[in-house]
C-alpha cells in the first residue's frame, strides 16, 4: 500500500487531461491520495504540453517553484510526465535537477513503478548526503520514454498492449472526484501527419487505432457508472480505422495507406471488406449499442478525413452532436502547402460546405456549430496570405476559433527548415485582429440563437456563481481530480463544490447545447430542485439573451 499524497497539475490538450485522469485511477487503486495543495503532496506531478513555448514555460516556472520547496523537504519527489518529457528527453533532468521522474505519455502504465523507485532511490540518496544550499539534491532520476524506438513496428504493438491496459483499467467509480456525467474516451494515439511544426508525432508518436470492442466496453461501463456524455479524442480523430485481425493497425506499418480518397473518406477496402471498423461504423455502433450516452462528441477532426458517410451517420444518429472542430490552420494554399496540412483552400471550404449542407438541421432545433484553430505568423506569411485567413474565418463562421501565433519547436521540420522570419510584433497584431473578427462571428452566431429553444447539459455553477461563493475559479490549476471537465472547448465550469450555500434568490447555472455553446440559467435557490440536482442532466431551455459566446437561457 503507498503511502502519501500526490499534487497532479494538468497543462496542454484534452489527450492529457484523460491522461492524468487514468493516471490518478491507477494510483489511486495502489492507495495514493490526491491534494489540491502542493505543499501537502509528498509526490508532485506536472503533466505537460510542448505544443507551443509558452506551454513549456509556465512548466519551467513551477518546476523553479517546487525546487524551492524541495529545498526545505527534500524527500519530495517530482516528476514531468507528457510530451514535454518525450521531447526534452534527459536532457530536461540535466536543467531541472530537481526533477526525479521523467514520463512520456505512452510510458504512463509504468508511472507508479517509477514513483516507487524514486522515493526508494531518494531516501537512499537522503541518507547518505544532505543537500545544501549551494549542492543541491541529486536527482533520483527514474526515466521512461519511448524515445526513437516510437517509429519501430516492432515494439509499437507491445507498446500499444501495455498501454490499451492503461486505457482499459481506468477506474469508473468516482474516486477522488474523478467521475461524473462527462468522460472523454481515446479512440486513436499518435498521429502521423507531420504537420511541419508540430510536436505531436514526435511527442505521442504514430498512430495506432484502438479496436472498436475495447472502446465500446469502455463507453458501455462509463455509461452504466453514470456517463451521459463522450467525447471521443484522437489527434486526426476522423482519420479512425481498425482492421480487424491485424496485430495493431497503425497506417505505414502493418496497414499502409492506400491512397487516401479526399472526398470519400474511409470506404471499405473491398479486399478487407466487413474486416475494417471505419469512423463511421463506430460512431454508429457506440450511438446504437450504448443508447444511455446521450451525447456522442469527437476531437479533433482533419478536414482531409470527412468523407460523406461519416457525415450522413451523424445526421441520421440523434445522439450524434451537430458540433465539429476542425482546423483549417491558414486560408493560404501557399501557407497550407508549407505546413504540409495535405489540403487546399478550396478543399477545406468544401468540406465545411458539406457539413453544413448535411448537419445544419436548424428546422429541427439543431443548428450546426463549427470550431477551428488558426496559426498566424508562420514563416513567410505576407499580409496577402494572412488576408486569405481572414477571409477563410469569415467564411467558415466557427462559433469560436482558437488563434495561435507561430511557435517554432525545436526538431520539427519547419524549424530546422524555415527561419522564423515573421516579427513578434507583427505575428501580434495579425493574432488581434483575428481575435476581432471572430469576436464578431460569435456574437452574431450567439445573437441568432435567442428565442431557440435546445437541451442544455448542466455542468455546474457558472462562473459568476462560484465567485459568489468563493469558490477558485483560476484556470488551469490544482489537482487534476477537481478540474478534469470533460467537455470540449472553452471550459468555464467545474462541479459544484460543497460549500457555503448561496444567499441570493436565484442560483446560476452553465451548461452546453449539443453544438457546444455556453447558457447562463438562473435558477430558484430555494426552489422545488435543488441547482445541484441540475448538474449532470439536460434540461430543456430557451434562449433569452446573448453576450459574446455565452447565451443566457430560461428552464421551459
Ligand atoms: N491534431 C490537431 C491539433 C493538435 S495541436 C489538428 O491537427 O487539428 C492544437 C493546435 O495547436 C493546432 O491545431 C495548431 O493550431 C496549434 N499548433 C500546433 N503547433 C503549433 C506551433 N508550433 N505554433 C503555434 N501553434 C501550433
Ligand atoms: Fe500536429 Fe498536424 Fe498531427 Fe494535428 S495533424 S497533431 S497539427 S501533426
Ligand atoms: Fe500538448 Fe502533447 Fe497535447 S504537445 S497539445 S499535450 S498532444
Not at 533520483?140 to 500499444?160: D, I, K, Y
Not at 511541419?196 to 514526435?202: A, G, H, S
Request: hydrophobic letters at 35%; charged letters at 25%.
Amino acid at each position: 500500500m503507498a503511502s502519501g499524497s500526490v499534487y497532479l497539475e494538468t497543462f496542454g490538450c484534452q489527450m492529457n487531461e484523460l491522461d492524468s485522469e487514468l493516471v490518478v485511477g491507477a494510483l489511486s487503486a495502489l492507495g495514493y491520495r490526491f491534494t489540491a495543495d502542493p505543499a501537502d503532496a509528498s509526490v508532485v506531478l506536472y503533466n505537460t504540453c510542448s505544443v507551443r513555448e509558452r506551454a513549456e514555460q509556465k512548466v519551467w516556472s513551477r518546476l523553479g517553484e517546487v525546487a524551492k520547496a524541495k529545498a526545505a523537504r527534500p524527500e519530495l519527489v517530482v516528476g514531468v510526465l507528457g510530451c514535454m518529457a518525450e521531447r526534452d528527453g534527459e536532457a530536461l533532468i540535466d536543467r531541472m535537477p530537481v526533477v526525479d521522474i521523467l514520463c512520456g505519455p505512452a510510458e504512463l502504465d509504468r508511472l507508479p513503478e517509477l514513483i516507487d523507485n524514486a522515493a526508494r532511490t531518494r531516501s537512499s540518496l537522503l541518507s547518505t548526503e544532505a543537500p545544501t544550499r549551494t549542492t543541491p539534491a541529486r536527482s533520483a532520476r527514474q526515466v521512461a520514454l519511448q524515445g526513437s524506438a516510437s517509429r519501430r513496428s516492432g515494439t509499437l504493438a507491445a507498446a500499444g498492449d501495455n498501454l490499451e491496459m492503461l486505457d482499459l483499467s481506468r477506474s469508473v467509480s468516482p474516486v477522488d472526484g474523478v467521475g461524473g456525467t462527462s468522460a472523454y474516451v481515446r479512440i486513436t494515439r499518435g498521429c502521423n501527419k507531420f504537420c511541419t511544426y508540430c510536436v505531436v508525432p514526435f511527442t505521442r508518436g504514430a498512430e495506432v487505432h484502438r479496436p472498436p470492442e475495447h472502446i465500446i466496453d469502455e463507453c458501455k461501463r462509463l455509461a452504466d457508472a453514470g456517463v451521459i456524455e463522450i467525447t471521443l479524442l484522437g489527434q486526426t480523430v476522423n482519420h479512425y480505422r481498425f482492421e480487424h485481425g491485424a496485430a495493431v493497425t497503425v497506417d505505414g506499418v502493418t496497414q499502409p495507406q492506400k491512397g487516401r480518397a479526399f472526398k470519400g473518406g474511409h470506404r471499405r477496402d473491398p479486399l478487407s471488406g466487413q474486416n475494417t471498423t471505419t469512423f463511421a461504423d463506430l460512431l454508429k455502433r457506440i450511438h446504437d449499442e450504448v443508447p444511455a450516452i446521450q451525447r456522442l462528441r469527437f476531437v479533433t477532426s482533419y478536414p482531409r478525413d470527412f468523407g460523406d458517410d461519416i457525415l450522413d451517420v451523424i445526421r441520421e444518429s440523434p445522439r450524434l452532436c451537430r458540433y465539429i472542430h476542425i482546423p483549417a490552420q491558414s486560408g493560404s494554399d501557399r501557407m497550407l502547402k508549407m505546413m504540409n496540412r495535405g489540403y487546399t483552400v478550396a478543399e477545406y471550404d468544401d468540406v465545411v460546405a458539406r457539413c453544413r449542407e448535411k448537419l445544419d438541421q436548424r428546422e429541427i432545433g439543431r443548428p450546426l456549430m463549427l470550431s477551428g484553430d488558426i496559426i498566424v505568423g508562420f514563416p513567410t506569411e505576407t499580409d496577402e496570405d494572412f488576408e486569405k485567413t481572414i477571409d477563410l474565418v469569415r467564411r467558415s463562421r466557427y462559433k469560436n476559433c482558437f488563434i495561435f501565433k507561430y511557435s517554432p519547436r525545436p526538431g520539427t521540420t519547419a524549424y530546422d527548415k524555415i527561419p522564423d522570419d515573421v516579427p513578434e510584433s507583427v505575428k501580434r497584431e495579425r493574432n488581434n485582429r483575428l481575435l476581432a473578427v471572430q469576436a464578431e462571428i460569435s456574437d452574431e452566431i450567439s445573437r441568432e440563437q435567442i428565442g431557440r429553444e435546445f437541451d442544455i447539459m448542466i455542468e455546474g455553477y457558472s462562473r459568476t456563481e462560484r465567485k459568489r461563493r468563493g469558490i477558485d475559479v483560476k484556470p488551469g490549476t490544482g489537482m487534476v481530480a477537481i478540474t478534469i471537465g470533460g467537455a470540449s472547448g472553452p471550459t468555464e465550469t467545474n462541479g459544484p463544490a460543497p460549500t457555503q450555500p448561496s444567499t441570493a434568490a436565484t442560483t446560476q447555472l452553465a451548461g452546453r447545447t449539443d453544438g457546444d455553446l455556453i447558457v447562463h440559467v438562473e435558477v430558484p435557490t430555494n426552489g422545488p430542485t435543488p441547482p445541484e440536482d441540475l448538474v449532470g442532466r439536460i434540461a430543456r431551455c430557451r434562449i433569452t439573451d446573448a453576450n459574446g459566446l455565452s447565451l443566457a437561457g430560461e428552464m421551459i
